[in-house]
């Protein structure tokens, strides 16, 4: 029997942006998958033959989401208080008040640091794109021999669950953290998981590279930095003047960017003065690739590798996941 479950907390809200709405009389199923991804490079930095474009067009996606890291979502909780939440686009929001301990005491555990409702089995579904253990990752032997051959070293890998939405629904997955410290590191880009009769992984990815292969002492312009993950906001003043919100605290947002918008353009490296981009060169992966589920789908570079695998969940392990969350949740 099928059973209609109206969800009004953010993971209903996550859904409903993010799966297909359902024929006048009928139930769209969820396509759930578990994916992992393991994106590694080649420390030979032998690229044979090959030549790089010079200046490639390095970019994020207008519109992307990151993954939710519990143990970082935790972390980020612990060190700046206040009131945290992750919005749906996985963008954690720590909301500092001069008050709250009192605000606290009012709505106790109103809702933990990754913005769910404390009654998440009610959903009988887990929350999409939070990361599993590292204990739960498949790969992670093949990785750990990969890495104690010194061929290769690992740059991403992490494991979860999402409902893969069509072309035009589905969101980029930025990988990195750069426009939370402001840093470039080797891996930048995004990834994309979406539905068009078959399955697809379209990349998005550049290494940052000393340029080993390069002569001279040429340096490409600095890419750009990738949108926020993690916005604070905290009070400037306690006055009621204009500009104030309701309690007559002015706000300011100390990420890299002057207000939060799942839609803003990534971070313009040339207005992060203090830094200078520690690179020579940066080699563009730029790929989109059917897939199957169920089997190992391995994309090849000279410089870059992928491993991904995508296996469907049922709704027995959706509903297990659920409850495996809500336990965590009380610890979150």
């Known amino acids: 029997m099928t059973r209609l479950i109206i969800c009004l907390t953010p993971i209903g809200l996550m859904l409903s942006l993010l799966l297909p709405g359902p024929a ?9 998958f578990r994916v ?6 080649h420390e030979s930095g032998d690229s044979g033959t090959e030549v790089w474009e010079a200046t490639p067009e390095l970019s994020y996606p207008v519109a992307s989401r990151f993954l939710i890291d519990p143990d970082r979502v935790s972390a980020n909780a612990r060190e700046y208080g206040g009131k945290s939440a992750v919005d749906e686009y996985g963008r954690q929001i720590i909301t500092i008040r001069p008050d709250q301990d009192d605000i606290a005491a009012v709505e106790p555990n109103a809702q933990n640091e990754l913005g769910l409702e404390t009654e998440i089995e009610a959903a009988l579904v887990p929350r999409a794109f939070v990361t599993l253990p590292a204990e739960e990752l498949a790969l992670r032997g093949k990785a750990a021999y990969m890495e104690r051959s010194g061929r290769y070293r690992t740059l ?5 669950l999402e409902p893969v939405a069509d072309e035009d629904r589905a969101l980029p997955i930025v990988v990195d953290r750069s426009g939370d410290t402001g840093e470039w590191p080797r891996l930048q880009g995004s990834v994309k998981f979406f539905l068009s009769r078959y ?6 990815l550049w290494l940052n590279t000393h340029g080993e292969y390069l002569s001279g002492g040429w340096q490409m312009p600095a890419p750009p930095l990738g949108p926020p993950s993690l916005i604070i906001e905290e009070p400037m003043s306690l006055d009621s003047s204009a500009g104030a919100d309701g309690d007559g605290i002015r706000w300011r947002e100390t990420d890299l960017q002057n207000a939060y918008d799942p839609n803003s353009a990534a971070i313009d490296p040339n207005e992060v003065q203090e830094q200078q981009y520690p690179y020579r060169h940066a080699v563009l992966l730029q790929q989109r690739r059917r897939m199957r589920s169920e089997e ?3 994309i090849d570079h000279p410089l870059l590798g992928i ?15 659920a409850l495996q969350q809500g336990e965590l949740v009380t610890d979150w």
């Open 156 to 160: 991403f890998h992490e494991a979860w």
């Open 296 to 298: 190992i789908h391995y």
């Open 307 to 321: 491993v991904v695998t995508l296996t469907p969940m049922t709704p027995e392990e959706l509903e297990a996941q």
């Open 24 to 32: 006048q009389g009928q139930e769209t199923p969820q396509r759930w």
């Open 199 to 204: 399955l697809h992984l379209e990349t998005n």
């Open 36 to 41: 992992e991804l393991l994106i590694f490079t």
